[in-house]
């Protein structure tokens, strides 16, 4: 009985043995390769201006198997994009992570906290947070010859690029009211007490980049928020929730987003998509490259092929404005390149420098 | 303690592995949280906590809200629980023996659900007011709140005490009515301060619950400027700048608060004995309504079809919407919803997903459930009662934080269960054995030791008495555990929506992607799947174990 029971632990303690002087090996191994590797990747990576055809990085995605995308893109499209690329691409998968913009960066985060990312590639709503991440070293240089169609956000350190821009507009409820806001600073007029409504700026993402555009970039100020209070704008979780209350005629009038109008649920709604004098709030939504992706050639494929014109004109057909230049936009929305004119593009650099002030203005507004 | 177990045979190797892997799965995360409470920028400090106690918005206004909302959610949900489960088990209301099925409706339906049914059903231009013109209540606010929370809620006391009603003792009750006491003065003098253990236990959860809870509120009472701490946790760990130390420090708060609202009732219930099962069949006598027959049962009834059916026909309803704001009428229905969800490639995985993990994480949680109750009450050790004061930290956890917790811990190596359904099994079980330990413990409280002694005395070994005597008499409270924790389970999100990797999806985490792609009507088509199956689930669950029929076999 007792020599049963200590054989395996002399086992077990060999095997701790031999793995310990393992993990000494490595990490001697390593503290001498590291600055090497280092050295090698400083070097090499101005390098990665990617004209490397597409059939070889294709031959090499297959040997990794999979690329797995952290976004917050909706799932219609992505179950959309991922029926394309693994026919066009067979034996790579695509994978995704999906979840709201907060989560995903939740989980980044605590991801790279652990240690270890297990993404190859990012895409949120929120530009502001593609900054922080090259900073920190958690994004890879790419740049490829799709570039060229793509006319604006894009980081001159290659980090990463637009892949669609989101555009925020007034929904209206032509059932609940023919008075349409012609300007954006119409929506906290008087007239229109009790039928606004907008998602909260601390929880939806697009609708924080929103605020500051219009506190900001529109120059509303904060007068413009405290007015809209005054009128009783109902505050709502996140955008959908905005379109859902326009549509059903909770509230005749929110800001939300154009795509929310392309979606089944709101074909045959009484909803207007309206247009304000100072133009749409103009977002693009970049995407990255993770540093130290598990699969990095296959997030390259990936990469290349979100940004080809197949995939754009699937972000088209949902209402959600391509950032290539050469993909026509939604039906029924004017082309981009109209629209730049006069439009409310966020100035992302303020954004970063004023985010607590945004929040914490909100939250002695609102009340969260 | 190795001695104490060791005399009780198959107990100490499933109580070292049960009870073991659980401490590791929560003490191991939770270590990583007060770790990052205690960290900024690689370096050890103060400055989180600094933060939280500087600032009322991170604190006092969250804390004071969400402490409001959760004791009017629990008191108003534990009297409903506890008057449904008398009239369930000891009365002979028309139609008693259904209450079961409709309490657990609401608590099925996912709570951030059931708040979207109340927007739906009571907004402007919602279902009731275009149907008849009315506007009854308000569509936001704290009351909608508790509202939503206490129908939600009510499953929790309802189960614990018709579970301590149906195994009670008759004799006592009896001996009460031979020496000349009312059957009122009976139930007020004896019935009810026997059931003080298993009422207090479903007050707790329902408390804890409360606390923890995300969806409700955020739909609810966020609109009317009301925020909560599980708010302010979801926006400081996901609105840029992320400020998850901050987070952090709020959660070990919940888990503080949660550990002193359970000394507190252990403080309730050191007062009394409340040993009263001795093991002889029956259930004592049903009381007679009488002329109040009629009345109470008209209105029992009103209320269990209104908080079931009501959110069920709203969830069903928008399922089938055509077009939002053409009205509810026959022509904008249409079937096109669960076309859409038949042909995603991933319904079959996700369905088995979930079947799979929530009724792996029940197995678990009662088994766990036994076995901390069995160290804490019979055994006396320090392992069984850490296992209860854990798991019941972890219940009142929010489940974004256990969840981000888990990335912490075992999303890279040493223990990499990254991309697995482990994550998830494991992440359930953490968060929900105190679903499964509270209302063991509860019950083990109530049934006399004499029983087991007596096993022993007539020749059998620890382990058959265990298997014979002591886990048949607690079918019932283990049986109830099994059931939440599969039901909670099953239509988790906030900690699914962080783990869930492709493969491992779950038929809630998918309803929950449409609702936040803003999809609703192919979301609540995906949730009415869910529903069905937990409610199928639960039935079969509650039919095999005769849970709160107010028959105890032996």
């Known amino acids: ?368 | 303690m190795r001695a104490a177990l060791g005399r009780q045979g198959w107990f100490a190797p499933v109580a070292l592995v049960l009870g073991g892997g659980f401490l590791f799965l929560s003490l191991y995360p939770y270590a990583r949280l007060v770790l990052t409470s205690l960290r900024a920028g690689g370096a050890f400090t103060f400055v989180h906590y600094l933060n939280v106690a500087q600032h009322d918005y991170l604190l006092r206004t969250p804390l004071l809200h969400s402490l409001a909302v959760s004791a009017a959610t629990a008191l108003l949900a534990t009297a409903l629980g506890t008057l449904l489960a008398w009239f369930a088990v000891r009365t002979d209301l028309l139609g008693r023996r259904a209450i079961t099925a409709f309490v657990a409706i609401p608590h099925i339906v996912p709570s951030f659900q059931l708040a979207s049914s109340w927007i739906v059903l009571f907004g402007d231009a919602g279902i009731v007011q275009s149907t008849t013109g009315l506007n009854p209540f308000p569509a936001y606010g704290v009351a909608p709140l508790v509202a939503v929370q206490t129908i939600h809620l009510t499953l929790f006391s309802f189960l614990n005490v018709a579970g301590a009603l149906g195994s009670l003792d008759p004799s006592l009750e009896e001996a009460a009515r031979a020496c000349g006491l009312s059957a009122r003065q009976v139930l007020r003098r004896v019935t009810f301060p026997l059931m003080l253990p298993s009422i207090l236990s479903g007050m707790l959860l329902a408390f804890a619950y409360s606390m923890a809870e995300f969806g409700a509120p955020i739909l609810l009472a966020a609109p009317a400027g009301f925020g909560t701490l599980t708010t302010q946790i979801y926006e400081l760990s996901t609105a840029p700048p992320l400020q998850f130390g901050e987070a952090a420090v709020l959660s070990l708060l919940l888990g503080v608060l949660a550990l002193a609202t359970m000394a507190l009732n252990l403080r309730l219930l050191a007062r009394g004995s409340f040993v009263t099962v001795s093991g002889k069949s029956g259930t004592g006598e049903a009381a007679r309504l009488g002329a109040l027959r009629a009345p109470l049962a008209a209105l029992t009834w009103t209320w269990l079809a209104a908080t079931s059916i009501g959110p069920l026909a709203a969830l069903v309803l928008i399922s089938l919407l055509g077009s939002w704001g053409r009205g509810f009428g026959p022509e904008n229905l249409t079937l096109a919803h669960y076309s859409t969800m038949l042909a995603s490639h991933t319904l079959t995985d996700a369905l088995w997903n979930s079947v799979g993990l929530a009724l792996g994480a029940a197995a678990l949680s009662a088994a766990t459930g036994f076995v901390a109750a069995y160290g804490a009450v019979r055994l006396k050790t320090r392992w069984g009662a850490l296992l209860d004061r854990m798991s019941f930290v972890n219940f009142a956890t929010p489940g974004l934080v256990v969840g981000i917790a888990f990335i912490l811990a075992f999303s890279s190596p040493p223990v990499s269960l990254f991309g697995t359904y482990w994550i998830l099994l494991f992440g359930y079980f953490v968060h929900f054995a105190g679903l499964g330990v509270r209302g063991v413990g509860a019950n083990l409280r109530q049934l006399s030791v004499e029983l087991e002694e007596a096993g022993s005395v007539s020749g059998l070994g620890r382990s058959r008495v265990l298997a014979r005597i002591t886990l048949p008499l607690l079918r019932e409270s283990l049986a109830a555990g099994f059931l939440l924790v599969f039901v909670n389970a099953i239509k988790e999100v906030s900690m699914t929506s962080l783990l869930a990797s492709q493969g491992t999806e779950t038929l809630a985490y998918e309803a929950f992607l449409r609702y936040s792609d803003g999809d609703y009507t192919v979301g609540s088509a995906y949730s009415v799947l869910m529903v069905t199956i937990a409610l199928a689930g639960s039935l079969i669950i509650a039919r095999r174990s005769r849970l709160a029929s107010g028959e105890l076999s032996t």
């Open chain 1, 1 to 368: 009985m007792r020599r049963s029971y200590t054989l395996p632990l002399n086992n077990q303690s060999r095997v701790t043995k031999i793995m310990e002087e393992n993990v000494k090996s490595i990490r001697k191994l390593l503290r001498f390769a590291a600055p090497v590797v280092l050295a090698w990747t400083i070097l090499a990576a101005p390098a990665v201006r990617a004209d490397d055809s597409l059939d070889a990085l294709y031959q090499k995605a297959k040997a990794e198997g999979k690329a797995v995308m952290y976004t917050s893109v909706p799932t219609f499209i992505l179950d959309e994009w991922r029926s394309l690329f693994e026919a066009q691409y067979p034996g790579v998968k695509l994978e995704y992570f999906r979840s709201g913009t907060g989560k995903v960066l939740a989980r980044i985060n605590a991801e790279t906290s652990a240690g270890q990312l297990h993404g190859d590639l990012v895409w949120v709503a929120d530009a502001t947070a593609y900054p922080d991440f090259a900073k920190k070293g958690l994004l890879a240089s790419y740049k490829t010859p799709e570039w060229d169609h793509i006319p604006f956000g894009k980081d001159p350190g290659g980090y990463y690029v637009t892949g669609r821009i989101l555009a925020g507009v007034i929904f209206a409820n032509t059932k609940e009211t023919q008075d349409f806001p012609a300007s954006w600073g119409d929506l906290a007029d008087a007239k229109y007490k009790g039928k606004v409504a907008m998602a909260s700026a601390v929880v939806s993402g697009s609708t924080t980049v929103m605020v500051s555009g219009l506190v900001h970039d529109a120059g509303l100020g904060w007068p413009f928020f405290q007015k809209l209070k005054d009128n009783g704008v109902l505050i709502l979780q996140d955008v959908p929730d905005v379109a859902r209350a326009v549509a059903s005629g909770e509230r005749p009038l929110g800001i939300t987003l154009t795509l929310y109008k392309y979606q089944a649920e709101y074909k045959d709604s009484p909803v207007k998509m309206i247009f304000p004098k100072e133009g749409p709030i103009l977002m693009p939504s970049p995407m990255g490259l993770f540093a130290k992706a598990e699969h990095p050639n296959a997030g390259r494929l990936l990469y290349r092929f979100l940004l080809s014109k197949k995939a754009q004109a699937v972000l088209a057909e949902r209402g959600i404005y391509p950032a290539r230049d050469d993909v026509a936009a939604p039906q029924g929305l004017p082309p981009l390149a109209e629209v730049k004119q006069k439009a409310i593009i966020p100035d992302s650099e303020w954004m970063i420098a004023h985010w607590t002030d945004v929040k914490s203005k909100w939250r002695d507004m609102f009340g969260r």
